[in-house]
């Protein structure tokens, strides 16, 4: 289990997770032209195993490890539904730096490929210190990778992680827990709200350590005019049993 102290910017963590000879799997071969076009097609991407179940066991346990978060929220008190999470503080536990620093540099070409599709002039750099620096510089400075934890009756309202005047378009939820086993119900929904038309709804099934790449505000979808923005949200659906536990990677830092 991870410790509870926190010094000098350290932190003693299981090797499950430490380990830099333990990388998530695929994280160096992730096929950028496949996903880019699921994302184009759907608003979303599934990646299995990108996490392997003692990566998903330790980073679940770790949520009892108050030292290593920021702060926590009840989604409730705030009307965003019915369960929990918590935001890690900096600096992140491995693997969540290294998904972050390491899936950040395809996304960002995907990303600036939407930009060019919808006319935005904005580009984002290579790497993820560097974007890092800008968020920075715009105020956003806490970090927003989070684990969230649902149980029976539990559910996420549709929302979209925003944070600031600096939004990376792109976003992942790794599911850590066993559909079926450690939970039932609790499918991860996103709706596409398109121009003039009824918003569509999508289910995306997930196993343990399975990711999803999915936008976080708009995208752009050919039709047969032209290219069009469509707005995403996404949530959770109610739990009927059980334990959920998901880790939500989100690329820009917040206010």
Not at 53 to 74: G, K
Not at 117 to 134: F, T
Not at 147 to 175: E, M, R, S, T, W
Request: hydrophobic residues 35%; positive net charge.
């Amino acid at each position: 289990m991870f410790a509870a102290q926190v010094s000098g910017g350290e932190r003693s963590v299981p090797p499950a997770i430490r380990g830099r000879n333990r990388r998530c799997r695929l994280i160096t071969g992730l096929d950028g032209a496949k996903v880019e076009a699921a994302l184009n097609a759907e608003g979303c991407a599934r990646i299995p195993g990108l996490l392997s179940d003692q990566q998903c066991d330790s980073l679940t346990r770790c949520y009892a490890e108050d030292a290593l978060f920021r702060s926590r929220v009840n989604m409730a008190s705030h009307g965003f539904g019915a369960g929990e999470y918590k935001y890690f503080a900096y600096p992140l536990p491995d693997p969540v730096a290294e998904l972050r620093t390491r899936l950040y540099p395809p996304l960002a070409q995907i990303a600036n490929n939407w930009n060019r599709m919808l006319g935005v002039d904005n580009r984002y750099p290579d790497s993820h210190a560097a974007y890092l620096k800008i968020c920075h510089a715009s105020g956003q400075t806490r970090p927003t990778p989070l684990v969230l934890k649902y149980g029976a009756g539990d559910y996420n309202c549709l929302h979209q992680d925003i944070y600031g005047d600096q939004v990376f378009p792109l976003q992942l939820a790794i599911l850590l827990s066993q559909p079926d086993r450690d939970f039932t119900g609790g499918e991860f929904v996103m709706t596409e709200q398109r121009p003039r038309m009824q918003s569509r709804a999508e289910v995306v099934s997930l196993n343990k350590g399975d990711a999803v790449l999915f936008a976080v505000n708009v995208r752009p979808r050919q039709g047969s005019r032209g290219v069009y923005r469509v707005k995403m949200r996404h949530g959770v659906s109610r739990l009927r049993s059980g334990e959920r536990y998901t880790l939500g990677l989100i690329f820009h830092d917040a206010v």
